[in-house]
């Protein structure tokens, strides 16, 4: 997954992708369920990010600018859900699935993980 080009390699060398990465993965586990899967998807490159994960982080700080209005609301009826789900083969580099749950109190999320599967599935009822 390498940079295939010259170009592409130099002008990944210019960019602190790690430490763009780690802002929105903060923002991520402390406040913000909704872009832990993106943020999930472009960690997985810090070894060697391509241009187009680049694009990715940089779309994440725009869907951030544009929601910075959003907030957890806590509301009374203080009702505890649960919701998984996963997908089969979602990942296209190690063909796993990813699998993602959230709680929710009150209307909040309050707890949420996604993470690929340790094993590849070989149906959707497996996944």
């Known amino acids: 997954m390498s940079p295939k080009f010259e170009h592409d390699k130099k ?16 923002l991520m586990v402390c406040t913000r369920p909704d872009i832990a899967q ?13 241009r187009g994960h680049w694009e990715a982080v940089k ?13 957890l609301e806590f509301r009374g009826n203080g009702i505890l859900t649960g919701y998984v789900d996963s997908d089969f083969g979602g ?8 699998t993602g749950y959230v709680f929710t109190l009150g209307g909040c999320a309050i707890s949420w993980k996604s993470t690929l599967q ?5 149906s959707s009822t497996e996944a």
């Open 11 to 26: 002008y990944m060398e210019k960019v602190s992708y790690s430490s763009a990465v780690g802002s929105p993965m903060y």
């Open 91 to 98: 990942d296209l580099d190690k063909k796993r699935s990813l």
């Open 59 to 71: 779309w994440i700080f725009r869907y951030l600018k544009g929601t910075i209005n959003a907030h």
């Open 38 to 50: 993106v943020v999930s998807v472009v960690s997985r490159y810090l070894a060697c990010p391509r």
């Open 118 to 122: 340790s094993i590849v599935a070989l």
